[in-house]
């Protein structure tokens, strides 16, 4: 029978192996989950391989993140060759809305869906703002980090030269 110290020592080990592993990948494309609004799980590891990716961290009730993924959508021909990740920490009822309303199914490249409030991309990036954008190379190697980008122009010059 094991002891309460020898479990507690268990865990602590545990969770610093889980969490080591995790900030181990900082500068690669970070190990999410979300559900999408048509209630399937997506994983980090189901995006197409050999495709830059824009990870976007939004509120769908936030102003300054609708108005990102409206510029996105208007300037969307520039990102065709990319995937993007729109994830929300917000119910999925709130997501089904958003996409919606952008009519976001339409678009292939684009994965939208909800963390279900674990907020693990807040806490992997340490984030304090909104909306965040992560961008990754086709290799998944991080690229650039974007807090409340007031326009896409930069992200578009990296893209084209991916």
Not at 10 to 22: E, G, K, N, R
Not at 75 to 102: A, G, Q
Not at 125 to 130: A, C, Q, R, V
């Amino acid at each position: 029978m094991r002891t309460n110290h020898q479990i507690q020592t268990f865990l602590i080990i545990s969770l610093l192996a889980l969490s080591s592993h995790i900030y181990s990948q900082a500068n690669k494309i970070p190990p999410f989950r979300m559900t999408q609004s048509n209630g399937m799980e997506f994983r980090a590891e189901q995006l197409p391989f050999n495709k830059p990716v824009v990870l976007i961290y939004f509120s769908p009730e936030c102003e300054h993140c609708t108005t990102l993924v409206k510029e996105l959508l208007l300037k969307e021909r520039y990102f065709r060759k990319s995937s993007i990740v729109l994830i929300t920490f917000m119910p999925i009822n709130v997501v089904t809305d958003f996409v919606y309303k952008y009519r976001l199914t339409k678009h292939r490249n684009i994965y939208t869906g909800t963390d279900g409030g674990s907020f693990f991309l807040k806490n992997y990036y340490n984030l304090k703002e909104m909306p965040f954008v992560a961008l990754y190379n086709k290799e998944g190697e991080l690229l650039n980090k974007y807090s409340r980008p007031q326009n896409l122009d930069e992200m578009i010059s990296r893209l084209k030269d991916l």
